[in-house]
């Protein structure tokens, strides 16, 4: 069967998207052209999938294979999520990354000189000053630690929240006080849109500076660049009104907070940013490798995308 000929997609640029939406107990799927979610009733919502840099899909969501080819197109991520995104299960891939910048930031994280220099720099963008001199990144990392520590208590203090510490168990959503479900709900929002932005620039999300040796370390790098002017003043501010559904009213405000912002526009340059720290160029291709069999056609949007 010959696939409908239609119009060449040209992907929207990830700083002009709407930065993430919520899905849950539906099946999304592609009708009469259109990216839709049905409910148990059979009403149809139109998503604007193009439009979109990440659906964060909930318990009871099903997915066509037509939903997933076409998301894959336009460059919109699908993560599966667990209840409020609280625990990640499985990620699409919006784009592809680009072996180029695959490289670069591959041969910035194995060399131990860049690693330091790109840490010192995320340390003065998250703190506004530059990071404490001839200290490693163990050190770097004991200091933010505790610097952290601080940022939460003040927060809890402004806000009027009784705060303990930052603990929660994935495996037991409910066991986690208020705030640090509203924390979790956050973060998970924000790790989201950091992941749809490394992947349509081009980056690998597991290959990590600060965090490594998980599938999203520099999702959760880069996310912490942001993290402390954006959702966690959010989720103690929601925390302290203690609302009927918290969880659902922080992804509301963390989905208006990323618009009002205009967030998604600011990932990507301080991707570039703190990875050029490093005083590394992108690796060259060899003399001897040759093109691909079948070129891909140029296209606009992100470098990282495939449709």
Known sequence: MTEPILPPLKPIPVKDRVSVLFLERGHLDVLDGAFVVIDKNGVRTHIPVGSVACLMLEPGTRV?????????????????????????????QPGGARADRLLYQAKLALDD????????????????????????????????????????QLLAKQYGVVWKTRNYDYRKWGSGDLPNR????????????????????????????????????????????????????????????NPGNAERAVRIACRDSFRESKLLRRIIPAIEQVLAAGELSIPEAPSESIGPAIPNKDRSGDVGHRG
Do not use: N
């Open 64 to 92: 066509s294979h037509a939903a997933v080819v076409l998301a894959a197109r336009v460059g919109c991520l699908l993560v599966w999520v667990g209840e409020a995104g609280v625990r990640l299960y499985a990620a699409g």
């Open 113 to 152: 000189s860049a690693r330091l220099k790109v840490v010192r720099k995320m340390y003065e963008f998250r703190f506004g000053e530059p990071s404490p001199q001839r200290r490693s990144i163990e050190q770097l990392r004991g200091i933010e630690g505790i610097r952290v520590k601080k940022l939460y």
């Open 182 to 241: 509203c924390l979790s709900s956050a973060t998970a929002s924000l790790y989201g849109i950091c992941e749809a932005a490394i992947l349509a620039a081009g980056y690998a999300p597991a290959i990590g500076f600060i965090h490594t040796g998980k599938p999203q370390s520099f999702v959760y790098d880069i996310a912490d660049l942001f993290k402390f002017e954006t959702v966690v003043p959010l989720a103690f501010r929601i925390a302290a009104k």
